[in-house]
């Protein structure tokens, strides 16, 4: 399988302002003073060799949707967050109007951040494309229809041209789709949410956002150890840190590195990916955090930990299993 990242950020989109901007461009611009670059391939490896990440790099700024790839006919998309639109267009781009395709899409929950794309579709206007909702709440397709009523937006859900089908799935029922096996888990957040592991050919993902995890719920964490078990890849929401998750923002539905880690160490998880950023935090700052998180890892594994690679999201990435 092949995981592609179009929007890892929590809560809102956020879009870089022009003094981010111009603080990568210093960075860059003193890196290359009195440097001389014979040609593009020169000035990539210098980019990509010797800036630092977050001057080379943008986490980007748009909501939940990431790509499931299972090498079928079919699309799996977890989430409609505003990244929806990017996947959108690569579709059109791809396919054109003229090739009708098949979108299954998993809902972890139905905030506005997780479904805002979804008006921004452009395959949803087309007829002859099928798009399959996935969603374990009670009734789904009120939510949509909220989202694409008067006043919040002038195209009513009714008038999309593509066949909408929504499909009711309930927690630990397993199904096929797109030739990988799916199952869901409840997670603790307001209104509910819900987790996702996509299995195929000895290969497994895990997608795990909007989800608090409390360390006094000694009883919940098995549940996610044993949902999490020798994953390939977990995809897992650490939008706080551990002190801002048991303090201040304690019940708000969400959860930290430290708690990924601990988790994924436990039910030897192989690849941990960082996501549903913070949209107050800069690059720098996610970053940061990226590499405390790595750093905590390799102290778990000096005390007998098993080896957890960590990465962390960014809109635009590529991960093959």
């Known amino acids: 399988m092949r995981v592609k990242i179009w929007g890892c950020r929590g809560s809102l989109p956020v879009a870089m302002p022009t003094h981010r901007v111009r603080a990568k461009l210093q960075v860059a611009l003193k890196a ?19 800036l630092p990440w ?42 054109g109007p003229a090739k009708p395709q098949i979108y299954n899409f998993f ?4 905030h ?3 479904i805002m794309g979804f008006p921004f579709f452009p ?14 709440h009670p009734d789904p397709r009120a939510a949509f229809l909220r989202q694409q009523s008067a006043p919040c937006f002038p195209v009513h859900l009714d008038q999309l041209s593509a066949d909408i089908e929504f499909v009711a799935m309930r927690p630990g029922g397993a199904i096929t789709v797109a030739g990988a096996r799916v199952v869901a888990l409840l997670q603790n957040h307001e209104g509910d949410s819900y987790g996702y592991r996509f299995e195929k050919d000895g290969e497994s993902v895990v997608y795990t956002t909007d989800s608090e995890h409390k360390p006094e719920d000694v009883e919940g964490a098995a549940r996610f150890v044993e949902f999490f078990r020798d994953a390939g890849l977990v995809i897992f929401d650490a939008q706080y840190s551990l002190a801002e998750m048991v303090s201040l ?23 941990l990916l960082l996501f549903h950023h913070e949209p107050a935090y800069d690059d720098t700052m996610l970053y940061q955090i990226w590499q405390e998180t790595i750093r905590y890892e390799e102290l778990m594994r000096d005390g007998g930990a098993p080896p957890l690679h960590v990465s962390t999201a960014y809109d635009g990435l590529e991960i093959d299993l």
């Not at 943008?58 to 996947?87: A, H």
């Not at 809902?107 to 139905?110: A, G, K």
């Not at 395959?123 to 374990?136: D, F, L, M, V, W």
């Open 107 to 110: 809902m972890s929950h139905l």
């Open 249 to 271: 923002k304690e019940d708000w539905g969400h959860s930290s590195n430290i708690s990924a880690v601990e988790l994924c160490h436990q039910a030897y998880v192989k690849h």
């Open 54 to 95: 977050p001057a080379s790099h943008s986490f980007g700024g748009n909501t939940s949707c990431v790509q499931i790839d299972t090498k079928s006919p079919e699309y799996v998309i977890c989430d409609m967050g505003s990244g929806l639109r990017e996947f959108g267009v690569s579709m059109m781009m791809a396919h």
């Open 123 to 136: 395959p949803a206007y087309i007829p002859g494309n099928k798009i399959r909702i996935h969603s374990c």
């Open 112 to 114: 506005w951040d997780h």
């Open 32 to 50: 290359a003073a009195g440097r001389k670059f014979d040609s593009d391939a020169a000035l990539e490896k210098f980019i990509a060799d010797e």
